[in-house]
């Protein structure tokens, strides 16, 4: 199923470390994607970034920016520039930024070297997806993904990430499609009760 809604999600960072390449320029490192992560409540569900999710997005040549709080007027580096390399592995995906020597570049670098800055984000739209129940809690794992920007944040929602130097971001929820999972699983529910109470009265017959 395609969903064209932009979404945002945010990760906290573990380590902060500063850096410099060889010419002096700051560099920020760290994952703004970590794989098969549960996330907080997001709203009634939580949900899980799976390894993979962003492989077609990038092979198909996804312009992406990196930026502050998803801010537009904030840009710290583009893939196509070459200012902004990402390196999905294992673990998630990593990102690096050589941050531009800009107001907005500066004031980012000192906040996260002093620590006022410990997050990261990234903005997206879902072209497939699963959900599940885990413990009585609807799960949405994300499959495939349209990668649009990684954003350096503040208060991040994912707890397995980490960043280092080398606002409250609005959330999208998918519309309908949570209501539409728990619809489903009320549907199965009920099913499995019918199926009981048929087989309870076939018990008594026989």
Do not use: C
Not at 67 to 87: M, Q
């Amino acid at each position: 199923m395609t969903m064209e809604k932009v979404e945002r999600r945010m990760v906290p960072a573990a380590e902060l470390r500063l850096q410099r390449d060889g010419h002096g320029t700051p560099v920020v490192t760290g994952y703004a994607i970590v794989f098969d992560s549960l996330s907080e409540d997001l709203g009634g569900f939580r949900e899980r970034v799976k390894v993979g999710s962003v492989t077609r997005s990038l092979r198909e040549g996804a312009d992406v920016r990196a930026l502050v709080d998803h801010d537009p007027s904030k840009i710290l580096g583009r893939n196509l520039a070459g200012t902004l390399r990402i390196k999905p592995n294992a673990k998630g995906v990593l990102v690096e930024i050589d941050a531009p020597d800009t107001q907005a570049g500066r004031d980012i670098v000192k906040s996260i070297d002093r620590g006022d800055v410990t997050g990261m984000s990234f903005a997206f739209t879902t072209q497939s997806d699963e959900w599940h129940m885990e413990d009585g809690t609807p799960i949405r794992d994300l499959l495939d993904v349209d990668l649009h920007d990684v954003s350096v944040v503040t208060y991040p929602a994912y707890r397995a990430t980490d960043v280092a130097v080398r606002s409250t971001m609005g959330l999208s929820v998918p519309d309908g499609r949570l209501s539409e999972f728990r619809m489903r699983m009320a549907a199965e529910e009920a099913a499995q009760q019918e199926s009981l109470v048929r087989r309870a009265e076939l018990m008594k017959r026989s």
